[in-house]
């Protein structure tokens, strides 16, 4: 299997297990949790979007303007889960998950492409069913 396929299979393992968190979540609570769903949704959207090749085209400037783009949000997001990575419980969750989702945080831009390919072809389908 080739390292695409790889990352495409992944992808779609990580998805499914979130997915099933989610129900558990829904059935402990008795009710849908919407903000879950959406945040769900949102994460898929920005798995499954191709990389732009407008970023081939910037300049040096620009570049650095993205780049540190990049770097707030980077900050941001640490800023928001170094409480929850010192908790023990979230650390044996992702030791015991790191199979699903660091082959999706890690995937080339050529790997984002067959994944996006596949949703995309996924979603065609499911359309047409």
Request: proline residues 4%; without cysteine; charged residues 25%.
């Amino acid at each position: 299997m080739g390292e695409a396929s790889e990352a495409v299979l992944k992808h779609e393992q990580l998805f499914n297990y979130l997915h099933q968190l989610l129900i558990q979540i829904e059935e402990q609570t008795g009710k849908p949790d919407l903000e879950l769903r959406e945040k769900l949704e949102a994460l898929s959207r920005e798995i499954t979007r191709s990389p732009s090749s407008a970023a081939a085209q910037l300049g040096d400037i620009e570049i650095a303007q993205e780049l540190d783009k990049l770097s707030a949000k980077l900050d941001f997001v640490e800023e928001r889960i170094a409480p929850a990575v010192v908790d023990p419980e979230v650390q044996n969750l992702l030791s015991a998950t790191a199979e699903l989702w660091i082959p999706t945080i890690t995937a080339s831009s050529q790997d984002r492409v067959s994944i996006a390919a596949a949703s995309s072809n996924i979603n065609s389908s499911d359309r047409s069913s």
